[in-house]
């Protein structure tokens, strides 16, 4: 019976992908279902969440630009928002206690404020969960939303620190000294190889960091950010976070089914969490308000916005501190637990409709642009190109050389990772920050002299919004994209694209025909083969 919950996990996060719905709202109703069948929730289930979100907060760390966090729109939109929402919350709630709703007659301004600040806090979980299977974590909005997540993060240390009491150990000051341990790290990571000691490189880094901060009494969740950080710009980040991809996934399913386990909710409280559900998209106007009044772009503003309007498990941390030190009821418990749950399915069911719904209402929103964007907003493209390669991992920039040596600088590459484009421009490289889910961009753009657009990206559903971005444009040319799993090919076909290549089946032959130029077959090849 210990592991019976990854049965109902797995039938429950099937049946859910079945009818074309995020798996984690299967793993919330798993959670909640068992616990309804009187199954309790062992120790295993609470280790499996935690490492889960440790290693999420380590591969965040990976992926994350120091540098972003200083930007205005980041540190003044996080505290902004916390601010004004709290303050909208508190004034919310007292309302509600004078017309005598259940549950908020006992709240007083205390903890009124306590609620407010703790529904103030985005998922982290579940906005990374959003992004990493969109394939929209380096994209501009992505990023933008990370730095938010690791704002509020910085402000729950500090709340947990005073509520608790708790000071930080004086040795915590030697933390600092962490950046010059860094090329130790480096070195490590490098000699680590490419087989199983490199995910386990990133379990001992990143549990290493836990356990080193959670000894100087700072939160530990935080030390495996800031490892992630001090090896960001390492050459094999890369790799490390992809090896850690499934180990994480797996683990995080843990802390979903967990949140069904916090109580049994009874219709009373359920119709409080609505009433907190409900408050939602006062969350998302809220920030897209004030990224708007930060001089962001529309679609930008709009797509932050819409991936942090939701509540965080954070929110449950600070109900279990409340009820220890007598401030909330037990119920508030469940109550909160519920609104969480239920602000996971909205996100997850909204924000696979983002762009399409930016399609639709482009013009509302363009028009609460203000007149000065962000120069980091402001995207130069090229002229006289006429290939297009969008997405420069590694099969992009292999695909990007191999045409430049044909064709020169006819053909130009596009990518949504700021910091590989930047890295990319110095080495003379002709490429160019954009995001090809952009409306705004393709209509900005002259596509008249594109011939060929290639689409070397690893996710079907950005390649297929592309395509459909391009026909929106009135792109007369052809494109060319690649399939990873035999199943994806005729639904890129179905999408309007002009040419399929399956991944694995090109590189064999590439490498087939490459190794029989090294005995001089190169000529005689078709002759082989009708033999």
């Not at 996934?249 to 949140?259: C, E, N, T």
């Not at 772009?297 to 932050?304: A, E, P, V």
């Not at 996971?344 to 509302?364: G, M, N, P």
């Not at 190109?385 to 050389?401: D, H, M, P, Q, Y």
């Amino acid at each position: 019976m210990d592991f019976i919950w990854i049965v109902f996990a797995f039938v429950c996060g099937y049946a859910l992908r079945l009818i074309d719905m995020p798996p984690l709202i299967g793993y919330l109703f798993a959670g909640f279902f068992l616990h309804f069948l009187g199954v309790e929730a062992d120790a295993s289930l609470k280790t499996l969440a935690d490492l889960g979100i440790t290693l999420m907060l380590f591969t965040i760390g990976l992926k994350l630009d120091v540098k972003d966090l200083f930007k205005t729109e980041v540190w003044a939109g996080t505290l902004s928002h916390m601010l004004l929402w709290s303050l909208l919350g508190i004034s919310f709630f007292l309302l509600l206690a004078t017309l005598s709703i259940p549950y908020f007659t006992d709240l007083d301004l205390q903890s009124a404020a306590l609620i407010s600040f703790a529904l103030s806090f985005s998922s982290t979980v579940c906005i990374v969960k959003l992004l990493e299977e969109s394939g929209e974590m380096k994209t501009r909005h992505g990023q933008l939303a990370i730095g938010v997540l690791v704002m509020q993060d910085i402000v729950a240390v500090l709340f947990l620190a005073s509520a608790t009491g708790k000071v930080p150990s004086v040795w915590a000051l030697a933390l600092f000294g962490l950046v010059f341990v860094r090329p130790v790290f480096n070195h490590m990571l490098m000699r680590a190889g490419h087989g199983e000691l490199l995910p386990l490189a990133g379990f001992f880094l990143a549990f290493g960091g836990y356990e080193l901060f959670n000894l100087v009494g700072i939160k530990g969740d935080l030390g495996a950010l800031i490892f992630g950080m001090l090896l960001s710009s390492h050459p094999k980040a890369s790799e490390l976070t992809k090896s850690l991809l499934s180990f994480k996934d797996i683990f995080l399913i843990g802390f979903f089914l967990s949140i069904g386990f916090t109580a049994l909710p009874s219709w009373s409280m359920m119709g409080i969490a609505t009433i907190l559900a409900i408050l939602i998209p006062l969350k998302y106007i809220l920030f897209f308000g004030i990224f708007s009044r930060l001089h962001l772009r529309g679609r930008t503003s709009y797509l932050t916005a819409l991936a942090l309007s939701n509540f965080s498990e954070f929110g449950l941390i600070v109900a279990y501190l409340c009820v220890d030190n007598g401030w909330l009821s037990n119920e508030w418990l469940v109550i909160l637990a519920l609104a969480v749950s239920l602000s996971f399915i909205l996100t997850s069911l909204v924000y696979r409709s983002a762009h399409s719904i930016y399609l639709l209402y482009k013009d509302r929103i363009k028009s609460f642009e203000t007149d000065t964007p962000l120069p980091s907003d402001i995207v130069h493209q090229p002229k006289g190109s006429e290939i297009l390669v969008i997405g420069l991992g590694r099969v992009g920039k292999g695909a990007f050389n191999a045409l430049h040596s044909m064709v020169g600088d006819k053909v130009w590459g596009m990518d949504a990772d700021r910091t590989r484009i930047e890295k990319y421009q110095s080495k003379g490289m002709h490429v160019f920050y954009g995001d090809g889910e952009d409306a705004d961009l393709w209509n900005r753009m002259d596509t008249q002299e594109l011939k060929l657009v290639l689409l070397a990206l690893p996710s079907i559903d950005d390649i297929l919004n592309i395509a459909e971005q391009l026909q929106f444009a009135n792109y007369k040319g052809e494109i060319a994209a690649i399939a990873r799993f035999p199943d994806e090919h005729d639904q890129l076909v179905e999408g309007g694209i002009d040419k399929v290549f399956n991944f694995y089946t090109e590189a064999g032959f590439g490498f087939a025909e490459e190794s029989l130029e090294l005995i001089g077959y190169t000529q005689q090849k078709p002759e082989l083969k009708e033999a």
